[in-house]
C-alpha cells in the first residue's frame, strides 16, 4: 500500500501539536509505520530540501528545521499521498482551509508546523532517507473496518 512521509517541524513540537497531527492522521484511518524524534544537522536539512536549493528562502528554511527536535513518521494507507497534503492544507497558512493543519494551527508560511511528501516518487525518497533503518512491519486489525 502507498506510503508518505509527513514530519512535524520543530514549530509544531514545540508548540505541542504532536498529539493533535498524529490524532487526526490516525483518526482518518491511516496506519502509523514509523515514528521517531530526531534532530537534524545543516546537511541533512538541506539534503531534505535539495530540490529548493536555489529558492531565496532556502537557507530560512534550513534554519527553521534545524531549530530543534522535529518528529519524522511514515504514514500508510490508500492515496496517503494526495490525502495527507489535503489533511496538512495549501504550503501559506493564509491559504489554507479551515479544518486542515497549516489552516489551524498557523499563520506563517516559514512556521507552518509540518511536512508532507508531494509525490509518491518523493515519498519512497524521503523515507529513505529518514528512515535508513528497516521499519517495523505490522497490520492494523481494523483494516476490514476501515476498507470495503
Ligand atoms: N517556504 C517558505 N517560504 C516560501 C515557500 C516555502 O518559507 O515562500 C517553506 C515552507 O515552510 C514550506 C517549505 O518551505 O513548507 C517547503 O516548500 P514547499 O514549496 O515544498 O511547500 P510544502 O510542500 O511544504 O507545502
Ligand atoms: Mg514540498
Not at 497558512?93 to 499563520?107: C, H, K, L, V
Not at 516518487?121 to 473496518?145: G, M, Q, T, Y
Request: proline share 5%; hydrophobic share 40%.
Amino acid at each position: 500500500m502507498e506510503q508518505t512521509f509527513i514530519m512535524i517541524k520543530p514549530d509544531g513540537v514545540q508548540r505541542g501539536l504532536v498529539g493533535e497531527i498524529i490524532g487526526r492522521f490516525e483518526k482518518k484511518g491511516f496506519y502509523l509505520k514509523g515514528l521517531k524524534l530526531i534532530s537534524v544537522d545543516r546537511s541533512f536539512a538541506e539534503k531534505h530540501y535539495a530540490d529548493l536549493s536555489a529558492k531565496p528562502f532556502f537557507n530560512g528554511l534550513v534554519e527553521y528545521i534545524i531549530s530543534g527536535p522535529v518528529v519524522a513518521m511514515i504514514w500508510e494507507g490508500k492515496n496517503v499521498v494526495t490525502t495527507g497534503r489535503k489533511i496538512i492544507g495549501a504550503t501559506n497558512p493564509a491559504e489554507s482551509a479551515p479544518g486542515t493543519i497549516r489552516g489551524d494551527f498557523a499563520i506563517d508560511i516559514g512556521r507552518n508546523v509540518i511536512h508532507g511528501s508531494d509525490s509518491v516518487e518523493s515519498a519512497r525518497k524521503e523515507i529513505d532517507l529518514w528512515f535508513p533503518e528497516c521499519p517495523v512491519n505490522w497490520h492494523s486489525s481494523l483494516h476490514p473496518w476501515i476498507y470495503e
